[in-house]
């Protein structure tokens, strides 16, 4: 039987670019060879498309060549130059592993539905409510979940310090890892978290902070078949969760403990569960998701924030939840093909 041909494309020009390769890295060391015959499609920094053999720390300085994926249907495939002529590479599904802009924000998803090649995960409309922590919050407001109150500053606006009852989190609304993230304390330290989220966005977020236990998690599945992993909880020892901005984040986080499964009695985190399934049928998600949600003292869960592409690095807390519930990486790799393919 032929093998199912995947294009996996990993890199992208966002602030999450090293850690897509290593998710890449994780992906392409735990794939079935005997089932799958993967297509390693990594994009530089700038932009730049290359097909390589592998994902590696150094995938640029390897043996590439130019590969474009063609939003002509009836090619279905990459476009590949090799000795000045292009060659066609039939796709069967492509599995992005493109963290933050143009990977999860409804970019890279709308030249997959162009080329007619079914990918993994959510779809062009959901991966930008969900980036998007504004619309996300709006949205699973109104399907009854509990979320942070919230402000909206556009390129330029002022905001009336004095009208936040701090401490709150300023945030890029569409970014991810926690890049431009700051807690504010007062108002004089208002202006400058501001300043330092437009590095990564026009649009900002003023999210009142909200008191609780930092939980996770993982989902799997379209529609009403879904599936979770365990539940996961974050002590924070100082600051906010950054761990893929730290130096070895592989040796665990500076400041932070992540508990798998959390710590929680099994009524809350079958609640928690519950509650994560609600929001990623809310939100429109399929294939996967990482719900995040506060649990407060008094047993409310409220919304953090839902990716709808988390990390698969040896360190990234998808993967562990699904591996605590007893799905491997491999399985879980073949799991999502298998949804993208059933669409």
Same mark, same amino acid.
């Given at each position: ?6 294009? +996996?494309?990993?890199?992208? =020009? ?12 994780? +992906? ?14 990594? +994009? ?7 097909? =390589? ?41 492509? *599995?992005?592993? /493109? ?8 970019? @890279?998803?709308?030249? *997959?539905?162009?080329?007619? @090649? ?9 991966? &930008? ?9 709006? @949205?699973?407001? #109104? ?16 905001? &009336?310090?004095? %009208? ?9 609304? !569409? ?15 208002? #202006? ?24 996770? =998690?993982?989902?799997?599945? #379209? ?18 969760? $950054?761990?893929?901005?730290? &130096? ?13 499964? &959390? ?6 985190? %079958? $609640?928690? !569960? ?10 429109? =998600?399929?294939? /996967? ?14 919304? #953090?924030?839902?990716?709808? /592409? ?6 990234? !807390?998808?993967? $562990? ?13 073949? !799991?999502?093909?298998? /949804?993208?393919?059933?669409?």
């Amino acid at each position: 039987m032929d093998k199912v041909k995947v294009a +996996i494309l990993f890199g992208g =020009c966002s602030e999450e670019h090293n850690v897509s390769v290593k998710s890449a890295i994780e +992906i392409a060391a735990n794939i079935d060879k005997e089932k799958y015959e993967p297509l390693y499609i990594g +994009i530089t920094k700038s932009g730049v498309w290359k097909m =390589c053999e592998k994902p590696c720390a150094e995938w640029e300085n390897d043996n590439c060549c130019s590969a474009v994926l063609s939003p002509d249907k009836k090619m279905h495939g990459l476009l590949v130059i090799k000795n000045h002529e292009y060659e066609i590479h039939h796709v069967d599904v492509a *599995f992005s592993v /493109l963290h933050g802009k143009s990977g999860e924000d409804g970019s @890279i998803q709308g030249l *997959f539905e162009l080329s007619g @090649i079914p990918y993994v995960g959510s779809d062009i409309q959901s991966s &930008a409510i969900c980036m998007d922590k504004t619309l996300a919050y709006i @949205i699973a407001k #109104n399907a009854g979940i509990a979320t942070p109150e919230f402000w909206v500053i556009h390129k330029d606006d002022k905001p &009336a310090i004095d %009208e936040f009852t701090y401490p709150v989190f300023v945030k890029p609304a !569409r970014s991810g890892s926690s890049y431009g993230v700051k807690k504010v304390n007062g108002a004089d330290e208002l #202006n400058t978290a501001i300043e330092s989220a437009r590095q990564y966005d026009s649009k900002i977020l003023i999210e009142q902070a909200v008191f609780g236990y930092e939980v996770g =998690c993982a989902v799997l599945g #379209n529609r009403s078949e879904l599936t979770t992993g365990e539940v996961d909880q974050i002590r924070l020892q100082h600051g906010i969760f $950054r761990i893929h901005q730290e &130096a070895e984040p592989e040796k665990g986080s500076e400041n932070a403990v992540i508990t798998i499964p &959390a710590d929680l009695s099994a009524e809350e985190q %079958e $609640r928690i !569960r519950e509650t994560a399934k609600k929001i990623y049928k809310a939100l429109g =998600c399929r294939g /996967l998701a990482r719900v995040d949600m506060f649990l407060q003292d008094n047993g409310c869960i409220v919304l #953090n924030e839902v990716n709808t /592409l988390p990390g698969f690095t040896s360190y990234s !807390r998808y993967p $562990r939840m699904m591996a605590a519930a007893g799905i491997t990486l491999p399985e879980l790799i073949d !799991r999502l093909i298998s /949804l993208a393919l059933k669409g």
